[in-house]
């Protein structure tokens, strides 16, 4: 769920872009898939579990989880894609507009034999310039809602009351992912 932070960690690694763009919709062995995708994936999956056992990580999962239950992981992997845009000049001197636009045009030339449904969405929009914080929290909440019943305001509220928080430990996590995998 946490796109950008995935295909940023692939950005000097384009042998991974596709399959790690793609890993959380390419389940099981690898072996079934492309050799084109399989490099990808099993960097998708080093990053999943690297970043779901990372202290920063299970903090925010358990201020979400009053409100999201078991499915805060979903919504902290979200938020951390609103932090890496909102938060992007941390972490690179290139523009995230810029950044982001390159990478999406690498992304649909690697990709153009693909048939999945999110990049035929990202063919028609491209949706990575969308994860400003306000676009995003309305993505979050439009995901899960069929899952729970969650009040706009009580997410925003909760969002709001815990943001230096949770931003605080992405900036910790967004780093020691960079340290791991560059």
Do not use: C
Request: aromatic share 16%; glycine share 2%.
């Amino acid at each position: 769920m946490n796109f950008l932070v995935h295909i940023y960690l692939s950005k000097d690694r384009e042998d991974t872009l596709v399959g790690n763009f793609l890993g959380d919709y390419l389940k099981g062995d690898i072996n079934k898939f492309p050799p084109f995708l399989r490099t990808g994936i099993i960097f998708h999956r080093k990053i999943d579990s690297f970043s779901n056992s990372h202290k920063s990580h299970i903090k925010n999962s358990n201020i979400l989880k009053t409100l999201f239950g078991r499915f805060a992981p979903i919504a902290v992997d979200i938020l951390a894609d609103i932090y890496l845009f909102e938060s992007f000049h941390l972490f690179e001197k290139q523009d995230r507009v810029t950044f982001f636009n390159n990478i999406r045009s690498k992304l649909l030339e690697k990709s153009k034999t693909l048939d999945f449904p999110i990049l035929q969405t990202l063919r028609r929009r491209n949706w990575f310039l969308e994860y400003r914080e306000n676009n995003a929290l309305f993505f979050i909440h439009r995901r899960l809602h069929n899952y729970l019943e969650i009040k706009p305001d009580d997410f925003l509220k909760l969002y709001n009351d815990n943001k230096e928080v949770l931003f605080n430990n992405y900036f910790i996590l967004i780093n020691d992912l960079k340290k791991f995998f560059q």
